[in-house]
């Protein structure tokens, strides 16, 4: 089946330290991954996405490789700001549907 | 905005009423999707229609849930008699075709409340 596994939060980190949440998904076939960021009261945008293997998407500071051997999508951040303080959705695209999952809350402190 | 629009913002109903929610995708988008997000949880396919047409509704309950998204005007998702269970954060999406490579816009959302 197709489902997306990322880390639970919430994460809590002070400002400049370096981000991962990771994100693990399983498909039939090979689908086109994404990073949403909801901020608090609104919807999901996008963030970066890849669409094949070994593709690396970037955009505001954040990377992702699509990493198919081990079939992971972990998002990156190398000096996280208090702006980033958010929630995190990885999801996969394949057929019709996106899969999504569950979020991970960022918080970050001054 | 050219973005994906939803409303009402928030909606509140009380149980065994009508919840009637719309969504005005972005210009030149065909393609919507909405999704249901619960407290605490990800966002959980529900349908996805084009225009006149319900492609899939796999993720819908089968009973009082039911979308359309006609030729002119907003996709509409309906939930007759609603119950408490039902309050959840409701998010629409589009998108211009179905290419895997183009992301899905999310609309704002509207929050559902049952009293």
């Known amino acids: 089946g197709n489902s997306v596994t990322q880390m639970e939060g919430p994460v809590t980190l002070s400002e400049e330290a370096f981000l991962t949440i990771n994100c693990t998904y399983t498909?039939?076939?090979?689908?086109?991954l994404f990073w949403y960021v909801q901020y608090p009261g609104e919807g999901l945008q996008l963030l970066l996405k890849?669409?094949?293997?070994?593709d690396k998407g970037s955009n505001k500071g954040f990377e992702a490789t699509y990493r198919k051997e081990t079939t992971s999508f972990h998002l990156e951040k190398g000096s996280v700001q208090v702006s980033d303080s958010a929630v995190y959705f990885c999801a996969s695209y394949t057929g019709n549907q996106f899969y999504f999952g569950t979020g991970t809350s960022l918080t970050v402190i001054p | 905005n050219a973005g994906v629009m939803q409303n009402p913002r928030h909606l509140v109903r009380r149980r065994g009423q009508e919840a009637r929610l719309r969504c005005s995708p972005m210009k030149g988008h065909s393609h919507v999707y909405w999704y249901r997000q619960l407290p605490e949880e990800g966002l959980k396919f529900m349908v996805y229609l084009q225009k006149e047409n319900i492609i899939d509704e796999s993720g819908m309950p089968k009973e009082r849930f039911s979308a359309e998204f006609p030729k002119e005007g907003p996709s509409i998702l309906r939930i007759q008699q609603v119950v408490r269970g039902d309050s959840a954060a409701y998010f629409c999406?589009?998108?211009?075709?179905?290419?895997?490579?183009?992301?899905?816009?999310f609309g704002d959302g509207t929050r559902l409340s049952i009293l």
């Open positions: 498909a039939t076939g090979y689908p086109s």
């Open positions: 999406a589009s998108s211009p075709n179905q290419d895997r490579n183009q992301p899905q816009h």
């Open positions: 890849a669409t094949k293997a070994d």
